[in-house]
């Protein structure tokens, strides 16, 4: 990647802290990093290109995306290959959804090379920070947020982008139960599940937080009008290995377009594979179960990669899946051998520093 062409006022912190780090128990999302990078908008321009040291931030009371979530984020992952190279998976595509996210929320969009460039540089201030123990990784959260100390309904005026990192182990340690829901809604056809938004999740925790309590790690979720279409689960966009066909649902307003899904779908269709992007219902989907023709279902997003399915509940019933994975095994190993440069990265997924 080319050196930066944007101005940055680079502040470093007097004492680093990584060495209070245990990098060999690293917990998904308690651990940042040294530095941040931080700007924003104000007068019809993003302006204050800076990175300065990770750290609280003052607003006021009235700051508007405390009362109107409007604010949108990303969720990417850098590496360390076998030469100490920075590799960081897909970023330019984190930085197009993230534009038609900001978009949707009416947020003036990171420009792509701002993005790229602030992340670049971000990453090599601090490139200690980023971990090498196996099914480990720098998590990077990018994330644009309204500014105004205003409690009327509007479009913000001001607005705030950070990017922070931390190092992270494995999202999920081991398969996962998920239930169908069908009485809940996570995004509706013509609302923002497309967009990576705050209030998508929130939205999301109380049904959960019920699935949870009956041993569900994840829910299903259905279509918002009929609850008879498999759309995603909360953390991960879903596949399932039916008669050796790889299904998925299509991307759409209520569906978010994962990243991480559109490279699985991209080395099935490299490898030969059927695959299918159409609606799958439930009905659908339970006859398969039953008749024993679903070979394998797995979850795929940034937080997880490849998060494999032991259970699906539904209606009080539970469904076990096979133990033996061996397509989930394969997409996990060659994606994560292409993102260490152990193999050819025949798409140009990979940017290096």
């Known amino acids: 990647m080319s050196s930066s062409t944007i101005d940055f006022d680079i502040k470093e912190v007097a004492q680093s802290k990584i060495n209070e780090v245990d990098f060999n128990h690293i917990e998904f999302g308690k651990v940042y990093s040294d530095h941040m990078f931080a700007a924003e908008y104000e007068d019809g321009e993003w302006k204050n290109f800076r990175i300065e040291p990770y750290g609280d931030l003052s607003i006021s009371p009235a700051n508007a995306t405390l009362h109107y979530a409007q604010s949108v984020f990303e969720g990417l992952k850098a590496y360390k290959d076998d030469q100490g190279a920075i590799r960081i998976f897909r970023p330019d595509a984190n930085a197009k959804r993230m534009v038609i996210s900001a978009e949707r929320m009416c947020i003036p969009p990171i420009p792509e090379d701002l993005f790229m460039e602030a992340l670049t540089e971000l990453l090599k201030l601090d490139a200690a920070w980023i971990p090498t123990r196996p099914d480990t990784s720098l998590y990077i959260r990018p994330v644009i947020f309204a500014n105004d100390p205003y409690v009327g309904i509007r479009p913000s005026m001001t607005y705030k982008f950070l990017i922070f990192t931390g190092p992270v182990g494995a999202y999920y340690s081991e398969p996962v139960n998920v239930k169908i829901e069908k009485k809940y809604t996570r995004a509706a056809s013509g609302g923002v599940g497309f967009a990576k938004t705050a209030g998508n999740y929130a939205a999301s925790l109380y049904p959960a937080m019920e699935a949870l309590k009956e041993g569900y790690h994840q829910l299903i979720w259905t279509d918002g009008k009929e609850h008879e279409y498999i759309e995603e689960a909360g953390t ?118």
Request: net charge negative; hydrophobic share 40%; glycine share 8%.
């Open 236 to 353: 991960m966009n879903l596949l399932f290995y039916i008669n050796d066909t790889l299904i998925t649902a299509p991307a759409g307003d209520s569906i978010l377009n994962g990243i991480t899904k559109d490279s699985v779908l991209t080395l099935a269709r490299d490898w030969g594979m059927k695959v299918e992007e159409r609606r799958l219902t439930v009905t659908e989907l339970i006859a398969a179960l039953e008749a024993g023709t679903v070979q394998e279902a797995f979850g795929a997003g940034t937080a997880a990669t490849i998060s494999k399915i032991k259970m699906i509940g539904n209606e009080g019933k539970q469904y076990q899946l096979p133990t033996e994975t061996p397509l989930a095994d394969k997409l996990f190993s060659e994606l994560d051998d292409i993102k260490m440069g152990r193999k050819p990265d025949p798409h140009g997924w990979v940017f290096t520093l």
